[in-house]
């Protein structure tokens, strides 16, 4: 049989056409691709164009218009994050392409990234500053501007002109966004609403667009409209991770817990379906109905999921439950027995990491860092794994490896609150606080619905002298979570102590919202300070006497103790001191089981020189209670002030004993063993005290100075030097003596002096602080004056037994012998260390 020619021939037909595609250029396929894409957008197959449109630029990067028409096509589909990335793409190879700018502009208005718009608007102003859209674009800018400076004639002007503006630009989002805003400020909703319409015709994308309209149908407590934009706005935005907390939030303030558990059940899907979304609706369970309702949940997801590993993390969630309400030895076995069967896997390293936290609060610490290291060994960058080592870097005082954990489990969640969180600790623990703010600022961003966060940062703040940085965080945080009471407390203290009446009355007129009695208790309370604070005493009184009243008809002898003791206060501040002790002593007498009114009563005698009737008070609060620990120390410091010490040692040991773990009469009682000589003893309780808190500032630095004036042994002073780290950055004379001190012991007496001079300027009588600062100026040779500090010190302490002034003697005779040998650092001496007292 004869083969036809004809194939041989087709074959080769095949091949030179596969030949000459291959000789094709890159720029010939791009584009190829181009036209392939522009034909499947006029057909309405998006999805396949946007694959072209990639290949596009994976043949030729500098497609100018396949860039543009991808990031036009990304930005139509709802993919913002890819069209703002390919606009500037487009931006950087075309700087004076304003098409490519406006676009840039557009997505950052939509995003309110003001700062990236600012910079943008700019770059469009020096393309064409008379276009009627950078116009629009710099009223935006100056506009916003305005507002975060609180310029409201000049909002109102910008605002004005917008409008003028916009109707001949109908359609400009950027004036829109002006108008919207004043509207809504001004309290015009309705006309608000009608232009948010508007301009969500026009790009229905737009995330501040659709929040806005949120937050005027929340203004209209509208609550279907409310859930039913949220739900618009999820399947608009699936990947925002705030929108369902919101939703579910929404209504639990609402009480409506049976629609949040019906919207968080409709979010988890099947029993055997994804984790996560089932791991959230067992944490509401348990924090709405219950442990035993997150327990029954529990139960059965691992019945349901019996031959799947997902029972492993249920089990393991249903062991954590039990450890904080139950058995702890039952759950740590079961936790135990999943660990021991359970294959390697992300899931099974997420248990050992829980395995670990509980064991950790058990203080097997052995067991968690060989947890730990087993997790860290088979995935190097294990967040919850670093977090637990860095935690425990932190009690070790070697913040800069704690640090370095930290940084890595950044790295797998930039945005994670927590590890934020514990890396501003960090941070603040190696004493670096512009880090350490830096980075808790990153956190409040990162999880505005986590008010706490907020509370810490402001902490921080005024603990630096920013008082006014940290009422705006609280107040930004306040109005996303304006039923917080640890909120509201710390915003109300701040509208007092900077006589801010506008801000007092916003919170008053929130508190004066709530629904329930204690917010409204509250109300009445807080405008009572407020009025005493304006000297408007009558009025406060009067507040104060109508909450009284109503306690005794209601018969509630809580209500009349607590609102007496305010009143008490009220009295007082107005210069009516008789009447208040008059009432009190009422009080005490017909409500003798609120101990709060004695010890005010035993306040006012004290500061007014009653000394024997406080006395009795005290005396008889502890016959009540013996663990009254607040009676405990103030009746040690007076009878201590009396030259009755024998009395005073009887009182603490009783209240010791009572009380041996009460924090307070521990720091008392090792102050007492320091002024006694017995520095050990002091050091004992320190430590103790300090296992508990390492991150009391007042703790650390009195042990570090204890340590640093008790041991010669190079591990200790390193300890003392470490614990002390922290302290770097504050301008507490006694911290940087103890800073300073630490840094000298361990051979770093240039470094040290800057710390020590400080301290002795701040810290002038104090001659151990004297002492310390003549020390490491003789160490550096500077004896004139070292001399001149030396003998301050022992001028401060003639005729005290505080050992530092034999010492400051002995370091002056070295001083002024003939022929000095080079100065060393000087041996230890006990008690002169700057502590801090409770």
Not at 23 to 42: G, M, P, R, T, V
């Amino acid at each position: 049989m004869s083969v036809s020619p004809v194939l041989p021939r087709l074959a080769a037909v095949m091949l030179c056409a596969a030949l000459l595609a291959g000789c094709q250029s890159s720029e010939e396929k791009a584009e190829a691709h181009f036209e392939s894409a522009q034909q499947l957008l006029a057909e309405g197959d998006d999805a396949r164009a946007l694959v072209e449109l990639r290949n596009v630029l994976s043949f030729n990067p500098e497609h100018v218009e396949g860039r543009r028409l991808l990031s036009q096509t990304m930005e139509e589909s709802g993919d913002l994050s890819g069209a703002y990335a390919n606009y500037l793409a487009l931006v950087e190879q075309l700087p004076g392409d304003l098409e490519a700018r406006l676009a840039v502009a557009r997505i950052q208005l939509s995003q309110s990234l003001w700062a990236e718009l600012a910079q943008t608007v700019a770059a469009a102003e020096r393309i064409k500053a008379d276009d009627p859209r950078v116009v629009a674009f710099g009223l935006v800018r100056d506009y916003q501007a305005a507002v975060q400076a609180g310029n409201d004639v000049q909002t109102a002007s910008i605002a004005r002109r917008a409008e003028t503006l916009l109707a001949m630009e109908p359609d400009d989002l950027a004036l829109l966004r002006i108008v919207i805003d004043r509207k809504s400020s001004a309290g015009n909703s309705s006309e608000a609403a009608a232009l948010i319409e508007r301009s969500l015709a026009l790009a229905p994308q737009d995330y501040a667009l659709q929040n806005a309209r949120l937050r005027l149908l929340i203004e209209a407590e509208d609550g279907p409209a409310v859930v039913a934009q949220m739900d618009r706005m999820m399947a608009l935005f699936p990947q925002d991770e705030v929108l369902p907390a919101a939703r579910l939030q929404w209504h639990l303030t609402r009480g409506e817990t049976a629609e949040a558990e019906a919207f968080l059940r409709q979010r988890a899907g099947a029993p055997t379906g994804e984790t996560q979304p089932q791991v959230e609706l067992v944490e509401f369970l348990r924090v709405t109905a219950g442990p035993e309702a997150a327990l029954a949940e529990l139960d059965g997801l691992i019945t349901a999921n019996a031959e799947d590993p997902k029972a492993d993390l249920y089990r393991a969630l249903r062991a954590s439950i039990t450890f904080e309400t139950a058995d702890r030895a039952a759950a740590l076995a079961e936790l135990a027995d999943i660990v021991a069967k359970a294959t390697s896997s992300d899931q099974t390293r997420s248990i050992k990491a829980l395995y670990a936290n509980l064991l950790n609060r058990e203080g097997a610490v052995e067991q968690v860092d060989a947890l730990v290291a087993d997790i860290l060994k088979e995935d190097a960058s294990h967040q919850e794994a670093l977090m637990l080592r860095a935690a425990r870097f932190i009690a070790q005082d070697r913040p800069g490896q704690a640090i370095v954990d930290l940084r890595a489990a950044l790295n797998q969640a930039p945005t994670d609150a927590r590890v934020l969180s514990a890396l501003a600790t960090a941070y603040l623990r190696d004493g670096n606080t512009d880090l350490a703010t830096e980075t808790m600022a990153r956190a409040v961003e990162a999880a505005p619905g986590q008010p706490a966060l907020a509370r810490d940062y402001a902490r921080l703040l005024q603990d630096l002298g920013r008082a006014e940085v940290a009422q705006a965080v609280v107040y930004d945080a306040w109005q996303r979570n304006l039923g917080d009471p640890g909120l509201i407390e710390m915003l109300s203290s701040m509208a007092l102590a900077a006589q801010d009446w506008q801000l007092a009355a916003e919170i008053l007129g929130v508190l004066r919202g709530s629904p329930t009695e204690e917010g409204l208790s509250a109300a009445d309370q807080f405008e009572s300070t407020v009025l005493q604070a304006q000297d408007r005493f009558d009025e406060a009184l009067a507040i104060i006497d109508a909450r009284l009243a109503r306690a005794a008809e209601e018969d509630s002898a809580g209500g009349r103790a607590t609102w007496t003791l305010l009143k008490t206060e009220a009295l007082i501040r107005a210069e009516r001191r008789a009447e208040a002790v008059a009432l009190l002593s009422q009080a005490v007498t017909e409500m003798p089981e609120f101990p709060a009114l004695r010890h005010r009563q035993a306040e006012l005698a004290q500061e007014d020189g009653r000394t024997e009737e406080a006395i009795g008070i005290y005396r008889a609060l502890i016959a009540a209670n013996a663990g009254d620990e607040r009676a405990v120390r103030i009746l040690y410091g007076i009878l201590s002030t009396e030259g009755q010490t024998e009395e005073a040692k009887t009182v603490l040991a009783a209240g010791l004993t009572a009380r041996p773990d009460a924090v307070d009469l521990r720091w008392v009682e090792a102050s007492r063993l320091q002024e006694e000589g017995d520095i050990a003893g002091a050091v004992a309780i320190y430590e103790a005290l300090y296992a508990r808190d390492s991150g009391n500032p007042i703790i650390a630095n009195n042990l570090a100075s204890l340590l640093a004036t008790l041991s010669d042994d190079p591990e200790t002073l390193d300890r003392a030097a470490r614990i002390a780290r922290r302290l770097r950055a504050s301008e507490v004379p006694a911290f940087q003596d103890t800073h300073g001190w630490t840094l000298h012991r361990t051979g770093n007496s240039a470094e040290a002096l800057p710390f020590l001079e400080a301290a002795a300027a701040g810290l002038s009588e104090d001659g151990s602080v004297q002492y310390h600062l003549g020390a490491v100026l003789a160490a550096l040779d500077r004896r004139d004056e070292a001399r001149a500090a030396l003998e301050r010190a022992v001028a401060l302490g003639q005729g005290s037994a505080q050992p530092f002034v034999a010492r400051a003697e002995a370091l002056l005779a070295e001083l002024d012998a003939p022929a000095p040998a080079p100065a060393a650092t000087p041996a230890p001496a006990p008690a002169t260390g700057t502590t801090t007292t409770p």
